[in-house]
C-alpha cells in the first residue's frame, strides 16, 4: 500500500509529549558526551521533567533554537585529528523528535542510488555498489 499523503504542516505531529519522550529515550540510551553547556546525560536525567517541559514549550511556541555545538577533535590513526560537533542533550532531543516524523516522510521520495544520512546506508554502501556496476561495464 502506498501512503500518498500530502502534508502542510507536521508541528502537530511532531511536538507531541509522546513523539518527545521516545525520541529522549533513545537519546539517553545512546549514552554520548555533554555538549557545550556541559550537562550530560546524567544530569538531563536528573531534571528531566523540567527539561522536557522547557523544550516542549520552547517547539511548541515556536521558540527553540539550538545552541551552538560543542567542537572537539578526535585522533585518527593517521596521527591526524578529525573535527566533531557535538550538540547538547537537550538538542539530541529535539534533533531525534523531528527525525522521528521526518524521515519516514522524505526516505520515501528519496532516490534508490542516495546513500547520504540514511538508515541502513553507508559510506561503504555507496562504494560497494559503484564497484558492483563498474564490474558489470567492464567484464560486459
Known sequence: MSDKRTYYTLKDKIVTKKNMYKAAMEVIANDGSAGIDGVGIEEFNRNYKVNMRELYRQMKEDRYEAPPV??????????????????????????????????????????????????GRSQLDAINKIENIESRVTSG
Open 70 to 119: 560543542l567542537r572537539v577533535f578526535i585522533p585518527k590513526g593517521d596521527g591526524c585529528e578529525r573535527p566533531l560537533g557535538i550538540p547538547t542533550v537537550k538538542d539530541r532531543v529535539a534533533q531525534g523528535t523531528l527525525k522521528r516524523i521526518m524521515e519516514p516522510i522524505f526516505e520515501k521520495v528519496f532516490c534508490d542510488c542516495s546513500y547520504g544520512f540514511r538508515p
